[in-house]
Nanobody
Framework: VQLQASGGGLVQAGGSLTLSCTAS????????IGWFRQAPGMEREFVAA????????DYTDSVKGRFTLSRDNAKNTVYLRMNSLKPEDTAVYYC??????????????????WGQGTQVTVSS
């Protein structure tokens, strides 16, 4: 599976961005898709995940109510809509695909494939 993350950019605090993760090379609908982010000098952290069917989503507490995941399996794409962005959301955002299941969704070591990352910068 090859993953392509896109949609990052520079935005003012309070603004919005939509990240996309597009997959190729496999049956996309069979994977849990997760988003992680890494700020400079920080460890990579879980942001959100959507189950293969799209029926379940999970968000880290700091983005609940602001970020929304959706997926279009026909387009092999997952979208992360980010509203009310804060400077602390600044990071490189990565999407990843996990074939194993849903229970490990917050742990990056369980993901099988990773995209290249897209930079999100939120100015104050």
């Amino acid at each position: 599976v090859q993953l392509q993350a896109s949609g990052g950019g520079l935005v003012q605090a309070g603004g919005s961005l939509t990240l996309s993760c597009t997959a190729s090379g496999a049956t996309f609908s069979g994977y849990t898709i997760g988003w992680f982010r890494q700020a400079p000098g920080m460890e990579r952290e879980f942001v959100a995940a959507i189950q293969r069917s799209g029926g379940n989503t999970d968000y880290t507490d700091s983005v609940k109510g602001r970020f929304t995941l959706s997926r279009d399996n026909a387009k092999n794409t997952v979208y992360l809509r980010m509203n009310s962005l804060k400077p602390e959301d600044t990071a490189v955002y990565y999407c990843a695909a996990d074939l194993a299941g849903w229970s490990e969704r917050r742990l990056d070591r369980y993901y099988d494939y990773w995209g290249q990352g897209t930079q999100v910068t939120v100015s104050s």
